[in-house]
């Protein structure tokens, strides 16, 4: 089936960077999140997003203002009737995933292909909660979607090779590249980079170095375009620890461990860029250590 039309939940970071780049890819895009506040929040990040880069000249006003066009507001699952694919990309949390997969189908065409941007959980167990997991596979955009290259695929046990294809065909539409990982805990990214920003969080509980000497050792010692600790708060403090647990129950392995300093600082609520601190300080617009 050709994807011309997408439903997005959630509209976060994850969530807005699909919607930028499936609207600027010619898709038609209705973007859902828990309150009307909320997606208007999120359609104005996709806009401020879409102003920089035609500030940077990357594209022309008018393709702006063409994928500004394609996207709309959903506020309840009945914006999603006339859906070929609904790509969830709400908060990393089974439970809430689960939820809303079940809660959405009813609202569904019988051939809407469902998809989830989730950095970890199983593909299998969220799809056996459908009435189509045969139509239900991951597609794991990277962190910010429009800079990102890759984006991970992972079927579950039961997804058809018509839904694989199709989601290979958006890919392609977008212009990415597509790697296909086994439906196991954190998939093939989050199974390697997320147990080394673990041990970037590690290596400063245990006072090895300094938040500053961390991220300046990685990025000057290893070419990391960010440090791990400064990555952290980027991609959430929430989602690194929620990733940590899956990996730790998953795989019944004491090498995932979360870092006791990890799990204070999301009860503390510093959930790094999105609540402006967790291991820097962005309240004054220059990132300070916290720690
Ligand atoms: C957790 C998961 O499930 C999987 C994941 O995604 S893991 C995370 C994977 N992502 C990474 O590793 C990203 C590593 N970082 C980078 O590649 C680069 O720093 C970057 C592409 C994000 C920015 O590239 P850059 O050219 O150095 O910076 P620049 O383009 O000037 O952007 C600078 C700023 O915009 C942000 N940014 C750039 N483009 C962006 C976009 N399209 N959307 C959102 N933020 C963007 C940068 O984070 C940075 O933020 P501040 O200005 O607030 O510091
Ligand atoms: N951050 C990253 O670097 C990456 C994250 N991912 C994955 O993408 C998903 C989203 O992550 P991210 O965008 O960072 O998270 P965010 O916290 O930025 O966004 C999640 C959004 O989902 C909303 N939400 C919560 N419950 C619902 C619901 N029932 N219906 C609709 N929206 C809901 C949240 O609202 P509220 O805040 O009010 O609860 C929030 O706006 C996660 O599964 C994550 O693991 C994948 C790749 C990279």
């Given at each position: 089936m050709d994807i011309n039309k997408i439903g997005v939940i959630g509209a976060g970071q994850m969530g807005t960077g699909i919607a930028e780049v499936c609207a600027l890819a010619g898709i038609d895009v209705a973007l859902n999140d828990i309150s009307e506040e909320r997606v208007n929040a999120g359609l104005g990040v996709i806009a401020s997003h879409l102003a920089r880069q035609v500030e940077r000249q990357q594209i022309e006003p008018a393709a702006r203002d063409a994928a500004?066009?394609?996207i709309k507001p959903a506020l309840d699952y009945d914006a999603f009737s006339d859906r070929d694919l609904i790509i969830e990309a709400a908060s990393e949390n089974e439970e809430?995933?689960?939820k809303i997969f079940a809660k959405l189908c009813p609202s569904l065409k019988p051939e809407t292909m469902l998809a989830s941007n989730t950095s970890s959980i199983s593909i299998t167990r969220l799809a056996s909660v459908?009435?189509?997991?045969?139509?239900?596979?991951?597609?794991?955009?990277?962190?910010?979607v429009p800079r990102m290259q890759l984006v991970e695929l992972i079927r579950g046990i039961v997804t058809e090779n018509t839904t694989f294809e199709a989601a290979?065909?958006?890919?392609?539409?977008?212009?990415?590249?597509?790697?296909v990982s086994e439906d196991f805990p954190a998939f093939i990214v989050n199974r390697i980079l997320l147990p080394m920003i673990n041990e970037a969080i590690y290596t400063l509980y245990e006072g090895v170095g300094s938040v500053e000497a961390i991220d300046t050792a990685m990025r000057l010692g290893a070419n990391?375009?960010?440090?791990?600790?400064?990555?952290?708060?980027?991609i959430?403090?929430?989602?690194?620890?929620?990733?940590?647990?899956?990996?730790?129950?998953?795989l019944a392995d004491s090498k995932?461990?979360?870092c006791p300093l990890l799990v204070k600082y999301v009860e503390a609520g510093w959930l790094g860029r999105k609540t402006q601190r967790g291991f820097y300080d962005y309240r004054?617009?220059?990132p300070i250590p916290t720690r």
């Open positions: 500004l066009g394609r809430l995933k689960r459908t009435d189509r997991p045969e139509r239900f596979i991951g597609i794991h955009f990277m962190n910010p290979k065909a958006l890919i392609s539409r977008l212009g990415k590249t597509f790697t990391h375009p960010m440090g791990p600790l400064q990555l952290a708060d980027f959430g403090l929430d989602t690194v620890l929620s990733v940590m647990q899956v990996l730790h129950e998953g995932y461990r979360p004054s617009g220059t």
